[in-house]
């Protein structure tokens, strides 16, 4: 062999050394499991929406489930996964919890998490119109049901509920002594409804221990501070005004490595068939970044 030919094969075999590298660390980037909400695909049945997600290149979802109704579909996806080899995923069903709530007074969060044992599938909670003595006793007794059934209970902070943002979330956990199965969420459009959009590295540094899903969406530059009209807040990514790498800042300043989820809550134009595909598009840039 020559020496010229030599040369060209290392030459070669360097390439695909850093093509490999580079490969590795792209797909160790924070947030490579990238889903969404269920909101507006309600006309296509559980297993039509896998195929329709996945198809545009989400990994999982995560959805409410509070009802009997919602119940049935959780049941309805686990069917559409089962023994299947898709790389899909439920992350997590989240569960809006009213004392005066007529679901909430029957109990039928246990209902729900007895669904979800002997699953990978996390309980979301958003815990509504609760003072903080009684806060901190249907917590308790939440997380105490959950760890028998072996299923993580996650505080998804809520704007405008008992726990409006991830430093709310973290402050209740360590009230409660850390219990092992108490985890937390992080939430863009939450998060800037709560003052914090501007300084989203120091709220995630504080809270990073229990992170462990984290929700994207577009946003105006200025937020609403009440409403049920989220639109300053959640957006398709292509239609934001806030600059979405400070997002990606405070997730990478922490070495995150969970699941990113896009919030789609109130878009009701363009259709997800549109909004869902042009998301992902910025969001694979905003993920080479």
């Known amino acids: 062999m020559t020496l010229t030919k030599l040369k060209q094969k290392i030459a070669v075999l360097l390439f695909l050394i850093v093509l490999i590298a580079t490969d590795s660390i792209a797909q160790s980037k924070p947030g490579i499991r990238f889903g969404t909400y269920n909101f507006g695909l309600d006309h296509m049945n559980p297993a039509e929406q ?15 489930v509070k009802t ?38 029957a109990g039928y969060w246990k209902e729900v998490i007895n669904e979800l044992s002997g699953t990978s599938i996390s309980f979301s909670l958003i ?16 997380v105490d049901y959950a760890k028998q059934a072996n299923v993580e209970i996650v505080l998804y902070p809520h704007y405008g509920s008992s726990v409006e943002d991830a430093e709310d979330a973290l402050a ?30 120091d709220v995630a540094s504080k809270v990073k221990d229990y992170m462990v899903l984290t929700t994207i969406s577009g946003a105006k530059k200025v937020f609403f501070t009440s ?32 699941p990113v989820i896009l919030h789609t809550f109130g878009i009701k ?18 993920i080479k970044k």
């Not at 956990?173 to 590295?201: D, Q, T």
């Open 269 to 286: 134009d363009p259709a997800p068939e549109v909004h869902l595909k042009e998301s992902m598009t910025v969001w694979k840039t905003l």
């Open 50 to 64: 896998v195929d329709f997600l996945e198809d545009l290149g989400y990994k999982s979802f995560f959805f409410r």
């Open 227 to 258: 409403g049920l009209d989220w639109s300053d807040a959640i957006r398709p990514l292509n239609d934001s005004e806030y600059d979405l790498t400070l997002f990606m800042d405070a997730l990478n300043s922490i070495e995150y490595s969970g």
């Open 172 to 201: 209740l956990i360590e009230k409660l002594g850390r219990p092992k199965h108490l985890k937390l969420s992080f939430h863009l459009c939450h998060e800037a409804r709560a003052g914090n959009a501007y300084r989203l590295n």
């Open 68 to 105: 009997p109704k919602d119940l049935a579909l959780l049941k309805g996806y686990n069917a559409a996964l089962l023994d299947s080899d898709r790389d899909f995923k439920i992350e997590s069903v989240y569960h809006p919890y009213r004392p005066t709530d007529r679901v909430a007074m």
């Open 127 to 142: 815990l509504w119109d609760l003072d903080e003595p009684s806060l901190e006793k249907k917590l308790i007794e939440i």
